[in-house]
């Protein structure tokens, strides 16, 4: 990856990693009180929305510091088997995210809270859920998995 790339992608990340944080922090709780000023009767909402959007946002954070690990990784030459390691553990991550999602959809739905916003996080959802099968079927991902495979054991001393 050459160095200019590189540097777009770390400050791209480390951007989105910031304003993540100024949503998480200051955004959400906010908007969460102004919902329940405007709407007395989503009250018994406000804590479990706040759990659950820190919870959706932190997903998104993590993915993002692994992100950076794999940027790191490339511009150093040195994606193998532990790059692959990485690339499932976000995968891990999505899917974490998208059962964050089916939960909060389904408590919400049985609660009798069914808005258009509700739409949103599904297709969040959704997408995050292509991310990943798109992540595991991924020429790329299976390349560096078999190649990770045939060094690691070209490495080992033959008796």
Same mark, same amino acid.
């Given at each position: 990856m050459? @160095? @200019?790339?590189?540097?777009a992608?770390?400050?791209?990340?480390?951007?989105l990693?910031?304003?993540?944080?100024?949503?998480?922090?200051?955004?959400?709780p906010?908007?969460?009180?102004?919902?329940? *000023?405007?709407?007395?009767?989503?009250?018994?909402?406000?804590?479990?929305?706040?759990?659950w959007?820190?919870?959706?946002?932190?997903?998104?954070?993590?993915?993002?510091? #692994?992100?950076? @690990?794999?940027?790191?990784?490339?511009r150093?030459?040195?994606f @193998?088997?532990?790059a692959?390691?990485?690339?499932? *553990?976000?995968?891990?991550?999505?899917?974490?995210?998208? *059962?964050?999602?089916?939960?909060a959809?389904?408590?919400l739905?049985? #609660?009798?809270?069914? &808005?258009?916003?509700?739409? !949103?996080?599904?297709?969040?959802?959704?997408?995050?859920?292509?991310?990943?099968?798109?992540?595991i079927v991924?020429? *790329? &991902?299976?390349?560096?998995?078999?190649?990770?495979r045939?060094?690691?054991?070209s490495?080992s001393?033959? !008796?």
């Amino acid at each position: 990856m050459q @160095r @200019r790339t590189a540097l777009a992608l770390t400050g791209l990340v480390l951007i989105l990693l910031l304003t993540s944080v100024v949503v998480e922090v200051y955004v959400l709780p906010r908007e969460i009180q102004e919902a329940v *000023a405007n709407f007395p009767e989503v009250r018994s909402l406000a804590i479990p929305g706040l759990v659950w959007g820190i919870s959706a946002i932190s997903c998104w954070q993590i993915i993002a510091l #692994m992100t950076l @690990r794999l940027i790191f990784l490339t511009r150093a030459r040195d994606f @193998r088997e532990s790059a692959y390691k990485w690339v499932l *553990a976000i995968v891990g991550v999505l899917l974490f995210y998208v *059962a964050l999602v089916v939960v909060a959809t389904v408590v919400l739905l049985s #609660m009798g809270y069914s &808005t258009p916003a509700l739409l !949103v996080p599904v297709c969040f959802g959704t997408l995050a859920f292509i991310a990943a099968i798109a992540l595991i079927v991924s020429p *790329a &991902t299976n390349h560096a998995r078999i190649v990770g495979r045939s060094s690691s054991s070209s490495s080992s001393p033959k !008796v």
